[in-house]
């Protein structure tokens, strides 16, 4: 811990005053005297602040804590713990050096400690960028009761601490799910449509027991009334793919669009694994990044968290005969494939269709891409004039080629998600269940 002395703004101020009243004194000599009374005054009172503030070795003590890894997109708490060592009241003002990924020029907090007094203090810091993060010291500026001079502390509380894909959103969805209120988040409550369920057992009757389940030749054996008992057909493999290439590096909110791909992909395979299925990542741009097998194992969640907050781009242009390659080799089973990816217009989707095609044919496949919200928000705009006009035609047009590529990969037996990003998880949960529910997978 450092420890250095500052002037206030207020000695400034007095001394300032005392030059003005010493002007005076020349003309009037009575205002020379009050000066020179007010600079004693001040020279008394600036030592005695110092003295307040320096008899005391440790008068202040301040200690930061950041949690282990902060959450990608989330608001995450910073709290720091104040001590009062002093007798008497003090006013801090706080500077914290966070990281410059944040480019906060104004993280300056002030408060008043009574005397002795433990205070915590809490702010919250939301990265848009997984990765490492630097945190510097902890400033903290005190004034006593005179308000003449600061004291200064450093206290050299330097950690890196990396930012991990949104598990703050993972565990909220994962306890909404236990719960069974994941309606709270907008996720909607869908009737089962099918019956892919499987055989588990033979048991006696109960009142609610559906009638038609009704085990004939086990009832005649036992003379009691019997039903066969069923279970939800369980382990069917989901895999998020992941498009990491130019089309989704467009920003929304400060965070880019394979990074909500990236945090809805963890969120769904946590909902896969608690509904029984099996998760698995693979990431793609002109390379194939990461193929994680799908499964459902105790360890799967903490390896796709790995998996996903080591992804890395440089945004090149994606290879989608690459990826259905990939695809046909390492996905035997029957699986369900999400595909985070973006098409602005039809013509980009169709150069990419035929290898779509070929994956539906093998696969369940839903194409999760997104709405341009600028554009939305053209669109709902009232038009004064010829070049608004313009813009908001153009606008319709880009809008309406976004609902033709869902129509044309429904055509194509692919079902498709059109979304805004900061409902891209929900959108995804849903259609997850949805499918689910209507026995698809």
């Known amino acids: 811990m450092i420890r250095s002395l500052y002037l206030n703004n207020r000695f400034f101020i007095v001394v300032i005053a005392i030059i003005g009243l010493c002007c005076l ?33 440790n008068g202040i003590k301040a200690k930061r804590s950041v949690p282990e890894k902060l959450s990608n997109g989330d608001d995450n708490p910073i709290d720091i713990s ?9 006013t801090i003002r706080m500077v914290d050096e966070v990281p410059f990924q944040f480019q906060l020029r104004d993280m300056d907090l002030r408060l008043t400690l009574q005397a002795r007094e433990n205070k915590q203090v809490r702010y919250t810091l939301r990265p848009v960028k997984r990765g490492e993060y630097q945190f510097g010291a902890l400033n903290i500026f005190v004034s006593g009761i005179i308000g003449l001079v600061r004291r200064r ?13 949104s598990y703050l ?31 588990e057992q033979i048991k006696e009757y109960v009142q609610g027991d559906d009638i038609r389940t009704i085990n004939w030749k086990a009832t005649a054996r036992r003379n009691n009334l019997m039903v066969n008992h069923y279970q939800d057909e369980k382990s069917q493999n ?35 694994v608690l509904k029984e299925d ?47 390659a990939r695809i046909r080799r390492v996905i035997t089973q029957r699986s369900l494939v999400i595909l985070y990816t973006n098409f602005e217009t039809l013509s ?24 341009n919200t600028e554009l939305v928000e053209i669109l709902e705009k009232p ?59």
């Open 25 to 57: 004194g020349f003309a009037y000599p009575f205002f020379f005297t009050i000066a020179q009374v007010s600079l004693l005054v001040t020279g008394f009172l600036l030592i005695a602040d110092i003295l307040l503030l320096y008899r005391q070795k």
């Open 82 to 90: 104040l001590q009062n060592g002093y007798g008497f009241p003090v």
């Open 153 to 165: 502390y450093i206290f050299d509380q330097g950690e890196s601490v990396p930012v991990y894909p």
């Open 169 to 199: 959103q993972m565990r909220k969805y994962e306890l909404l799910a236990i719960s069974d209120r994941l309606t709270e988040m907008g996720i909607k409550k869908i009737r089962r449509i099918g019956q892919n369920r499987e055989f």
């Open 238 to 272: 989901v895999y998020s793919v992941i498009d990491k290439g130019r089309v989704m590096k467009m920003p929304f909110e400060g965070m880019s669009l394979v990074d909500y791909a990236i945090n809805a992909s963890l969120v769904l395979s946590n909902i896969a």
């Open 278 to 324: 099996k998760a698995g990542i693979i990431t793609f741009n002109h390379n194939i990044g990461t193929v994680l097998p799908a499964s459902r194992s105790n360890l799967q969640m903490k390896s796709i968290l790995e998996v996903l907050y080591n992804q890395r781009t440089n945004f090149k242009e994606s290879d989608y005969e690459l990826l259905y």
């Open 348 to 371: 980009s989707m169709e150069r990419q269709l035929p290898f779509l095609v070929q994956i539906a044919k093998n696969h369940l496949l839903v194409v999760v891409f997104f709405e």
């Open 383 to 441: 038009v004064f004039n010829t070049e608004e006009v313009y813009k908001q035609t153009i606008a319709q047009k880009f809008a309406f080629e976004k609902r033709q590529i869902v129509k044309v990969l429904q055509q194509h037996g692919i079902h498709a998600v059109l979304t805004p990003p900061q409902k891209l998880t929900v959108n995804t949960i849903n259609k997850y269940l949805e499918l689910k529910a209507r026995g698809l997978i």
